[in-house]
Structure formats: C-alpha cells, structure tokens
C-alpha cells in the first residue's frame, strides 16, 4: 500500500485543482492512503471526496512561525510517506518536503537562480503551455503526477461531492419562482475585483433583460464593499440578499441548487464548473487566462480577458510583467468597460438559460 501526502498551501481553488491528484492517484491505487494538508479555510472544498482519506489543516499565519514549521516537520515525518507532491511549491512546504523523510517528493523548481536547495528527489518544472482544454493549472498538477508514474488514463476534472442530505438542504426554495444566478460581485483580493459601477450595470443588464434572481455572493470580510455595489443597483427587488453561506460548503450547497454563475475568477468559479454549472468568468488584467480558464468552450464556460479585447495595452505578459500590473491592475481593469463585457454575457446567458 502506498502512503501520499499532496502539499496545496494556498486558496480554495488552488486546493480543489489539487484534488484531481488524489482522484488519479486513488482511481489506478485504490488501496493506496492519500492525505490533503492544506490552509484550514479550504477544507469544505474537498470534504467527502472519497479519495482522500485525511484532510491535514494548516493555519496559514502560524505555519509562518519557525516553532509550528518544525512541528509540522516532525508530524510528517511521522507519518512515512511514500510520495509527497507538493503542488504549489512555496517555502514552507520546499523545506517540509526536504526534511520529510518521504523516499519521493515532487515539485517545482524555483524561480530563482540559487533557489533550489535540495527540496524534493524529483524537482521538475511547470509546463510551458498548456494543451488540454483543462487549462494549464490543471495540466501541471497532472504533469507532477506523471512524474510518480504512468497514468495512461487521466481525468482532468475536479468534482465535488455532496452528500444526499446536503443536496436536499433548503437554501434557494423561495425563490424557486425564477432561475438564480450567482454573481461574484466582488474578487477574492481587490486585485480580482472590478470597478463597483461596473458590476452594478452588469447587474442592472440582467435583470432588466432576464427574469432571474441575482444572488449576491461575497466573503464576509467584504459585505460592507458588497453593499456598495448594491445600493448602485436599479433593480433591488431581484437581488438576493437574505441568505447568506457562512461557510465554503454552504455556497457549494446554494451553487448547487442555482444555475449559474458570473464572478470575477477564483475559487467559485472552479467550484461552480465541478458542479456541472455554467459559469461567466471576468479575468483580472494580471491573471493569465491560459493558466485558469478551465475547460471553456465559449457556450458552456465562457470567459472576457482585457488581452483579448486590446491586445496592444500589453507589451509583454510575462510571469515579471504579470507581477507588475498585479501590484494595480485597476487602470487596466477600467478599460474592460461593461460595453465590452455585456455582448459576450448576453450570449452566455441566451445559450445557458
């Protein structure tokens, strides 16, 4: 029996791409043990995926700490394990899989030139572009588990699993009156986020030319910024905003029972295509839309990148020039103005609807 620890220390989205790792890994190994560490906010993510036997939860403000990475160390080291894939690659879990004692670890290479210190048994490289319709980021966790061994039959799609009595939960029931359409209204960083004004028309253009409901979906940290957009919007009376998910699993429970989704893209975006929904993503001017625009088909999943629009703002999209506008993409996110947004949502929501 093999024993594997796949290492996802970043956000929710990032946790359940990593999660087609242990899918592949499980469907050629069943009997294998597979163990998910990952930031502990990102659990309701992968809970009940039967192929992943433990969730190990991290807190990512205290793995920081020197005291709790070496009792980390020692807990993993513990654990014996037979392969470690480390899928994000940061330096906490570099120096995790350094001192794992694991007989294979596997992850990328630094960036830098005096980077590579030794980390992993089989450091490799992500891709230099992706050639499925899964998207790069999809691609390169598959490729790290090539690297363990040869997968002849892979499935590149990350699922979600709800229980029978979870999708029997009444969230959306009142509204059972017209469709719901989910709308991220806010990014998971202000770096994700589009200019307020603009979502709010992008709002009033649904409900003005589509009888849906449009459910208000933001973190909680970011209500007040929500409620900005809200009080923008003309049509209040088809906005939802009574119900709340105070949890990462109830929204996979309401974007279960919704049908559909328009969000800045994140981590809803891929919880939305696990469950099967169709979704209109928004790409931030910084986010490289070959890496994250999973499995579009231009009906189904369906996407805007300011690149597209005005290739010539772009005089490179480097990962150096890509780390440049992140720093404040909000002058170039002003110039993917709703005018060229709302053509490409109306025939999104024409074929989805």
């Known amino acids: 029996m093999k024993k594997v620890l796949i290492i996802q220390n970043k956000r929710i989205g990032d946790v359940l791409i990593a999660s087609v790792i242990a899918n592949n890994f499980k ?27 433990r969730f190990i939860s991290l807190n990512e403000k205290e793995l920081k700490r020197l005291p709790v990475l070496i009792e980390t160390i020692q807990q993993v080291r513990a654990e014996k394990y037979d392969i470690i894939f480390d899928s994000y690659s940061k ?78 939960e009444d969230w959306l029931n009142k509204y059972s009156d017209k469709k719901v359409i989910v709308m991220g209204v806010l990014g998971s960083t202000p770096q994700k986020s589009m200019p ?30 929500a409620m900005k957009i809200y009080e923008m919007c003309k049509h209040k009376e088809n906005i939802i905003l009574d119900i709340y998910p105070k949890t990462i699993r109830d929204f996979i429970k309401v974007m279960y029972q919704a049908d559909a989704l328009v969000a800045n893209e994140g981590g809803t975006v891929h919880i939305a295509k696990a469950l099967d929904k169709p979704t209109f993503t928004i790409f931030s001017p910084y986010v490289n839309k070959a890496h994250w625009a999973s499995f579009e088909d231009g009906k189904f999943h369906k996407s805007v990148h300011l690149l597209e629009m005005k290739p010539n703002l772009f005089d490179s999209f480097t990962y150096d020039e890509r780390k440049k506008i992140e720093k404040d993409p909000h002058e170039l996110y002003k110039q993917l103005t709703p005018e060229m947004i709302l053509p490409e949502l109306d025939t999104f929501l024409k074929s989805n609807l």
């Open 91 to 168: 330096t906490q879990s570099r120096i995790i899989c350094k001192f794992s004692g694991a007989k294979m670890t596997i992850g990328n290479k630094s960036r830098k030139k005096l980077g590579n210190w030794g980390y992993y048994t089989h450091p490799t490289r992500p891709l230099k572009e992706g050639k499925h319709i899964c998207g790069k980021a999809i691609e390169d966790r598959i490729h790290l588990l090539r690297i363990a061994d040869n997968f002849e039959t892979i499935d590149y799609e990350p699922h979600i699993f709800l229980s029978e009595e979870e999708k029997k």
């Open 27 to 53: 469907a050629k190994y069943p009997d294998s043990e597979i163990h998910l560490m990952a930031y502990d906010f990102t659990e309701g993510v992968v809970m009940n995926n039967p192929n992943i036997d």
């Open 196 to 225: 307020y004004e603009y979502v709010a028309e992008m709002c009033d253009f649904i409900t003005e030319n589509y009888n849906v409901y449009i459910f208000f979906n933001y973190a909680p940290h970011q209500k007040e910024e």
